[in-house]
């Protein structure tokens, strides 16, 4: 498993993360099993994986919760944890709001920690931008947690040029979190450049299209309500047609290289420069078992090549 810093900050990390909104149980249908995602965790370790990117909104702290648990044995030093504050939800868990406001991210942090079974946290994250309260006060908020060492760097996520320059300003900005993936690229002309340029780290979300890019679903893929994916775009109709047969020729293409399209698809992520972790979103040990073998894949020029004409020729997206 290779590793790469984050941004400026102190962090190495492992390139490949994982992700665990699935493990929050809210939008990922209804197989998911705590004991499962535990186990995944803990195989996640023993496969070199130590960055683990969770949110406080991923199932009202249930995310947070079910992390602190199979985390709690580890010695703290070996594991990088990752959270997210911004996202307030009422007490009837009805609705989530956003709320950056300077009190809520100080005040939600102890949550997390509590949940979290930890006194810090390694890199604490803005999760979506909030109009509604100047980027400059929610910066101040994070740059007192960080000056206390109670948060080791400091992130925001789906963030623009301009909410990042604001955010910058007034505190150190280590990484940002985006969508990207060989089907969703639109940071490539703006956002990727303003971070290389400026050595924030990039941590690079849903890298396998939420499991399109896996190369289980075909054309006839159907999820229940309870999986978000049900009314999203990029699995509906000729899309989502156009989407599986650049994956299935993907997926021979990988099988040449003796690996899975899952695989190249984070492989693919990580070989974009500036990029510093693929978070991979896991349900089940077999799951990560599979895609944490991407990290220590370096595709090569004809490769990437080669899928870039795989995804032109469907137009694949
Ligand atoms: N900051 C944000 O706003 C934001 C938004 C989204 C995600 N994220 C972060 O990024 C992480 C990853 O993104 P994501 O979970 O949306 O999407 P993803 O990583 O592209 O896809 C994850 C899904 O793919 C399937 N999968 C994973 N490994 C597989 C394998 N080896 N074989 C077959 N299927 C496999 C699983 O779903 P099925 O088994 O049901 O197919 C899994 O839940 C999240 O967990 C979260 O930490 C952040």
Not at 185 to 214: H, K, Q, V, W
Not at 277 to 289: D, M, S, V, Y
Not at 304 to 314: D, Y
Request: charged share 25%.
């Amino acid at each position: 498993m290779q590793h790469r810093q984050l941004g400026t900050s102190d962090l190495s990390i492992s390139v490949i993360g994982y992700g665990c909104w699935a493990m929050g149980k809210t939008f990922w249908g209804d197989d998911v099993v705590d004991e499962e995602s535990i186990a995944a965790v803990k195989l996640s370790l023993q496969r070199g994986i130590d960055f683990f990117d969770t949110a406080q909104a991923y199932g009202y702290g249930h995310s947070e919760r079910v992390l602190g648990e199979a985390l709690k044995d580890v010695p703290r030093d070996q594991v990088i944890i990752a959270t997210k504050t911004g996202l307030e939800w009422d007490d009837a868990q009805e609705k989530i709001d956003r709320n950056s406001s300077p009190e809520y991210i100080v005040s939600s942090l102890e949550g997390s920690l509590e949940r979290l079974q930890t006194d810090y946290v390694d890199l604490y994250q803005i999760h979506w931008p909030d109009e509604s309260v100047p980027f400059t006060e929610s910066a101040v908020a994070m740059k007192e947690l960080h000056d206390a060492g109670k948060i080791k760097a400091v992130g925001v996520s789906n963030f623009s040029v301009e909410q990042m320059e604001a955010f910058m300003s007034v505190c150190p900005l280590h990484s940002l979190q985006p969508p990207y993936s060989l089907l969703t690229r639109d940071i490539d002309t703006e956002i990727l450049p303003f971070c290389r340029e400026n050595n924030i780290g990039i941590l690079a979300y849903s890298p396998m299209a939420r499991g399109l890019l896996t190369g289980k679903y075909d054309e006839s893929a159907t999820f229940p309500e309870t999986d978000g994916r049900a009314g999203s775009p990029m699995w509906q109709g000729e899309r989502l047609k156009r989407n599986v047969e650049a994956v299935r020729e993907m997926a021979a293409l990988a099988e040449t290289h003796g690996r899975t399209v899952a695989q190249l698809a984070l492989a693919w992520v990580l070989a974009q420069p500036g990029l510093t972790c693929a978070l991979a979103g896991t349900k089940r040990p077999n799951q990560i078992e599979e895609t944490a073998e991407a990290g220590d894949w370096n595709l090569d020029a004809e490769t990437l090549q080669q899928v870039e004409t795989i995804i032109e020729k469907h137009g694949a997206g």
